[in-house]
């Protein structure tokens, strides 16, 4: 078992009134932080949650949850993130695939039907004022400090397990490209149950940056003027939303954002960048660490490509062009029946079933060998069909699925959720005969009400799947509004 030292500490020690954490008027300076975190461990060892087990947590991001995970990366705790946003029978069969040996809960008095002994723990510590000078601080790390749970959103969820190791690589190979110095801010607009957003704890305690947390109610272009935010990492939904808004760029701080987990829109990065900002695409997964490749993008024909590798990172493509992956911020394996899989090939690669090109250095991602159907002998790659769909003005999101057909084996069916009201179904099919052959154009779009992203921040592709043969298997009972058939 190897050690790292705590940047946490380290922080504390050498910078102890810089910000660490701020939300709405909370305000901690790194030794205040550092205290807080001592205090919780200390709670967690007076409740045997210690070194090699498993803790469950079930929350949104607040300062509470922040803190619970450096306590628990310190005692040595496996931290377990779950979404809140999960049903207590969702939650409960996760408890038992990932053998959780308790849980703590951000609302305890919902706790009704949960099956995990349960840490109690309110989150508060008084500050002590004077304490005695403090030394460097030494992690113990092994194979896994978390294991996160993938998406899920084309099969069964899976637990990654990454080790602090994993995080102090992926966020010092990416310190440059980042721009990521004391003094700035990082908005938590990601979910701590997402490897996108625990890895920004990572780069901001190794730059000795400050976590900016939001308020559970708070706007996100609010926040942006009244907090000092450099950096932000959005997916595309959340910066087509953000950019959607009153928001001037001008009455912010920001000075860098960071796009990932989507194909991202070309007219939003242009935005970005007409308003002064730095725009960085990326790509990476879970098993990743989150980042593998990151850089300024190229616009191919209206698609972007996702950066260069990252230091310490080799990628490969294969003969089918899928992405593999080995180096440093690779996860150990998934964590299956308590035991590793690390499910390497003979030379060490990670097959990421994504699919990629190279275009002047950087990784063109073209989407998931597992989306791909086959129509009429013809291969279909729906991010194909979806970024055409995304780049029309008139649009919001888009998502194609395959159904089955009699005569071709597979077909494609879009859901569209509209940004004008006005847009028809046979507009959307014309529009996409002028930029796609023939037989890539939906046989038929279903009209979504809301955004496709209810929970979480990738499309549920499986659940979208299983509507359209739901929706399509009903036959003459479609209900049409302006071509579409309606999803309700």
């Known amino acids: 078992m190897s050690s790292i030292y705590c940047p946490l500490r380290h922080n504390a020690i050498h910078f102890p009134n810089h910000t660490a954490l701020a939300c709405g008027e909370s305000v901690l300076s790194y030794q205040q932080l550092d205290y807080q975190v001592e205090v919780c461990r200390r709670v967690l060892s007076q409740h045997g949650v210690t070194v090699g087990q498993r803790l469950g947590i079930v929350s949104h991001n607040s300062p509470q949850l922040l803190i619970l995970l450096l306590a628990c990366w310190r005692e040595g705790v496996v931290v377990c993130p779950l979404n809140p946003r999960f049903s207590v029978q969702h939650l409960n069969s996760l408890i038992l695939q990932l053998d959780l040996q308790a849980c703590w809960l951000e609302e305890p008095d919902q706790n009704a039907g949960i099956m995990a002994n349960l840490l ?89 940056a400050a976590l900016i947390l939001p308020e559970k109610t708070a706007e996100l272009a609010g926040i942006l003027r009244q907090q000092h935010v450099t950096h932000l990492s959005m997916v595309n939904t959340q910066l087509y939303r953000l950019l959607d808004s009153d928001l001037d760029w001008s009455q912010t701080s920001a000075r860098v954002m960071l796009l990932g987990g989507s194909a991202v829109t070309p007219s939003l990065v242009q935005q970005c960048r007409s308003a002064g900002l730095k725009v960085l695409t990326s790509f990476g997964m879970t098993e990743t660490t989150a980042l593998a490749c990151c850089g300024e993008p190229i616009d191919i024909n209206g698609v972007l490509t996702s950066g260069a590798p990252l230091p310490s990172r080799d990628i490969v493509l294969a003969d089918n062009g899928e992405i593999l992956l080995r180096g440093p911020g690779v996860f150990s394996g998934y964590w299956i029946n308590g035991e590793l899989d690390s499910v390497r090939d003979e030379n060490g690669w990670f097959h990421s079933r994504d699919k990629a090109r190279w275009v002047q250095g950087q990784l063109l991602v073209e989407g998931r060998l597992d989306n791909m159907m086959i129509s009429g002998g013809e291969n279909i790659q729906p991010e194909e069909i979806e970024r055409v769909l995304q780049a029309d003005p008139d649009i919001a999101e888009a998502l194609v699925v395959p159904v089955n057909s009699q005569e071709f084996g597979q077909r494609p069916v879009a859901f569209i959720h509209r940004k004008n009201s006005g847009l028809e179904a046979p507009q959307i099919a014309e529009r ?18 809301g955004p496709l992203a209810d929970s979480g921040l990738k499309v549920n592709r499986r659940h979208y799947k299983e509507r359209a043969l739901e929706i399509m298997s009903n036959g003459e009972k479609h209900t049409l509004r302006d071509g579409f058939i309606v999803n309700s």
């Open 120 to 208: 109690n723990w309110n989150g508060t510590a008084r500050d002590p004022g004077d304490r005695d000078a403090l030394a460097e601080l030494q992690l113990q790390d092994s194979d896994i400090c978390t294991l996160l749970m993938t998406s899920g959103s084309s099969g069964k969820a899976k637990a990654v397990a990454l080790s602090l190791a994993n995080f102090v690589d992926s966020a010092r190979c990416s310190e440059n490209i980042l721009d990521l110095h004391a003094g700035d801010g990082w908005l938590f607009s990601l979910p701590l149950f997402h490897v996108g957003g625990m890895a920004i704890i990572f780069r901001c305690l190794l730059a000795s």
């Open 432 to 449: 996409l005969a002028a930029a796609l052959a023939k037989f890539k154009v939906p046989d038929y779009f279903i009209l979504c009400s």
